[in-house]
């Protein structure tokens, strides 16, 4: 079922609509042809025949960073004890047993959650490329077109950001897991990737995996490649201590510099994670505009530490969101956790505003996938949207033009009502309009894939 944006004009009246610096009552936004055309405030009523959507509206929310199967971990890693690494090896035994029709059924069942959760757009940083043991289908694209396809039939928009993955690490072959990840060379990943298109839903971007997964004199080929198309290019920066350390004794520098060596910063490209850096890394980051993408719930389920996101910001950095691993699908979680994570760091209070948090969900995180004509609700926008409740547990008490710190303080994914995309309701009254079912999918999807 394709992605198609509401042809006929379309009038939906918000009962309270957060207009990027407050939170207004009573808005009108008319639509068609999938875009916002007026915003119309001072309205305490629906107009006749609008679409009436009660509780606060939000520009729909942008998860900038997702591996798809990683969905299937969930419950699973958080056993015992362990670190990223012993994480990781769990991960490569759910990699091993996909398939590109069980991967379409597990991502579209996972997109339809960030539905649910009232995300409009993910970036999919794709690395699951070839056939165990590295053989390649008779499309090498095969994985990659499952998840676009995926993402369509969910009802959500995408950048698939197709991932370089090389090497094991500074100078080592991939191992047995990691052969269905690499291509063998940088050009062959441009090759291959060259032969995946855009649609209305889908745009497509690239990505470095990590400086350990792409040898140095590679980096350059992956960034020219997203320099010629244009398009986002999003790499795994410093999430562990062990990445530096084998990265100076390799190339006698960090990975932010040897990023920056090779051409790879810049207000196109965006670091995840930026954990552990110093203060030069910082400086190279903001100063080239470099964004980043926190995922505070991953970062914290691995134990790999806060990131200085403030730092980051002060010197030049957008900030985004992602649930990364999805040991749960909450952006609204994950604008929280930046802030209190950095409370906990520094223990003091407001280091950004409700509307700053919202704004890195929102407008930033889709500027980080491409899509800057998203995230806003404004005439020419996508009409893209979602609608939290402000009469759940959650959320009641609070008056409303304090909407935005209820929602980036109280609320939840369970509290989203409605989610729209290119002006059609995908989410209506908290239910997936073309997944009825999506707990059940769930369930099915992982079940396929449980070793």
């Known amino acids: 079922m394709p992605l198609t944006p509401q042809a006929t004009p379309t009038t939906y009246w918000l009962e309270h609509a957060w207009l990027g610096t407050h939170v207004e009552p009573g808005v009108t936004v008319e639509v068609a042809d999938g875009r916002i055309t007026a915003v119309r405030t001072g309205t305490p009523a629906p107009p006749p025949g609008a679409e009436a959507l009660h509780g606060l509206t939000l520009p729909g929310l942008a998860n900038a960073h997702s591996h798809a199967f990683h969905r299937a971990l969930r419950g699973t890693v958080q056993v015992g004890s362990g670190t990223f690494w012993t994480w990781r090896e769990v991960m490569y035994g759910v990699a091993d047993r996909l398939t590109p029709d069980s991967y379409y059924a597990l991502a579209r ?10 995300i409009t757009c993910v970036g999919e940083f794709h690395y699951l490329h070839h056939a165990p043991g590295g053989t390649r289908y008779d499309d090498p694209n095969a994985m990659g077109r499952a998840l676009l396809a995926a993402a369509a039939d969910a009802g959500i928009r995408i950048t698939l950001l197709d991932t370089a993955y090389l090497s094991a690490g500074f100078g080592d072959r991939p191992n047995q897991h990691q052969l269905r990840f690499s291509d063998g060379t940088a050009d062959a990943w441009a090759e291959r990737a060259d032969a995946l298109k855009g649609a209305e839903h889908a745009r497509i971007g690239a990505a470095v995996h990590s400086v350990r997964a792409v040898p140095a004199e590679e980096l350059g080929t992956v960034a020219d490649w997203a320099r010629r198309r244009e398009a986002p290019l999003h790499v795994h920066l410093s999430e562990q201590t062990a990445e530096n350390d084998a ?42 505009a ?10 914290r389920d691995l134990a790999d530490g806060i990131g200085p996101a403030v730092a980051l910001q002060e010197q030049g950095s957008l900030l985004s969101l992602g649930s990364d691993s999805h040991a749960v699908i909450d952006l609204l979680e994950e604008a929280r956790a930046m802030e209190l994570n950095e409370r906990l760091r520094t223990r003091t209070r407001g280091h950004w505003t409700a509307a700053a948090l919202l704004r890195a969900a929102t407008a930033d995180g889709h500027a980080a996938l491409g899509w800057d004509d998203a995230g806003t609700l404004a005439p020419g926008a996508l009409a893209d949207l979602t609608t939290i409740r402000l009469d ?3 959320t009641a008490g609070p008056l409303p033009r304090l909407g935005a710190e209820t929602a980036v303080f109280a609320a939840t994914a369970a509290d989203v009502r409605h989610t729209i995309v ?12 073309r997944v009825p079912d999506v707990p059940t999918a769930l369930a099915d999807a992982i079940a396929a894939v449980r070793g």
């Not at 470099?290 to 970062?299: A, W």
């Open 247 to 288: 990265c100076r004794a390799a190339h006698g520098r960090t990975p932010t510099q040897l990023l920056a060596d090779h051409g790879v910063l810049g207000p196109r490209t965006t670091a995840v994670h930026a954990t552990h850096l110093t203060d030069e890394d910082i400086a190279l980051l903001g100063g080239s």
């Open 290 to 299: 470099t964004g980043v993408c926190m995922c505070p719930t991953t970062e």
């Open 392 to 394: 759940s547990v959650r």
């Open 109 to 118: 069942a996972v997109y339809a959650e960030m539905a649910l959760a009232g």
């Open 422 to 433: 290119g002006g059609r309701q995908i989410v209506r009254d908290g239910t997936h309009t």
